[in-house]
């Protein structure tokens, strides 16, 4: 069974790193198929991707937060790292790691979800 | 960025109604679409890839079409468990981007 879970800060002040691990189960990050994505949804609104990695060498972020945002490999196998820098009030709300498939051609769809952490940005 | 741009974003509708959710991109994004049901307070839940492929264990009565720019996803007598929000998601370029969901409330 695929499992991924978000941990980490429930509150962060601004202008402080973010660190949030995502911990996978039942696959692997591996460069073919299967790789690790962060989502996140501020209060009522849209989902917005953070970026994703399938390897060290393979990764990608969207260029409004590439400058903030790093996603890396964790101390163990089966561990995802999102760190995103110089956190903001408007970056409140709630993230998710996913897996990430790799289709033909240009598909890619989050076919597993974590259940989310809320991250609230306040002094 | 490719905008996707959801109609309507939110609509009510009884229990058996026949439900159409559109969503455009703003470029052609061939068939690369894919679609999520959030229930409240939950993850997003991948329904149908590629525009029109059901994902493993999702209800016949969730089905999706479209190519291009425009896009549609129909739930057949809608059942009681599909009152949620449904996301477009594109994945023709990056940054792979979302619509702003479509909220289905009982009537």
């Known amino acids: 069974q695929v499992t991924l879970k978000e941990s980490g800060p429930v509150l962060v002040k601004p202008t402080e790193t973010l660190t949030l691990t995502c911990t996978v189960s039942?696959?692997?990050?591996?460069?073919?198929?299967?790789?690790v994505s962060w989502i996140r949804q501020p209060p009522g609104k849209a989902l917005e991707w953070l970026g994703h990695?399938?390897?060290?060498?393979?990764?990608s972020y969207p260029t409004s937060l590439k400058s903030r945002l790093s996603i890396s490999k964790g101390t163990s196998e089966n561990l995802v790292v999102l760190t995103m820098t110089d956190m903001d009030p408007e970056d409140t709300g709630t993230y998710y790691c996913?897996?990430?498939?790799?289709?033909?051609?240009?598909?890619?769809?989050?076919?597993?979800w974590g259940q989310g952490a809320l991250v609230t940005v306040s002094s | 960025d490719i905008l996707m741009t959801q109609s309507p974003s939110s609509l009510s509708a009884s229990v058996g109604d026949r439900v159409t959710i559109t969503c455009r991109a703003s470029?052609?994004?061939?068939?690369?679409l894919n679609w999520y049901q959030q229930r409240p307070g939950k993850a997003p839940k991948l329904l149908i890839f590629g525009a029109s492929t059901l994902q493993s264990g999702v209800p016949s009565r969730f089905s999706g079409s479209g190519s291009g720019t425009d896009f549609t996803l129909t739930i057949n007598s809608l059942q009681p468990e599909d009152f949620a929000t449904y996301h477009c998601q594109q994945s023709y370029n990056t940054p792979l981007t979302f619509g702003g969901g479509t909220k289905v409330e009982i009537k």
């Open positions: 996913a897996r990430i498939f790799r289709g033909s051609g240009w598909s890619f769809d989050f076919d597993v």
């Open positions: 470029q052609s994004i061939a068939g690369y």
């Open positions: 039942g696959f692997s990050v591996n460069k073919a198929r299967f790789g």
């Open positions: 990695m399938f390897s060290s060498d393979e990764k």
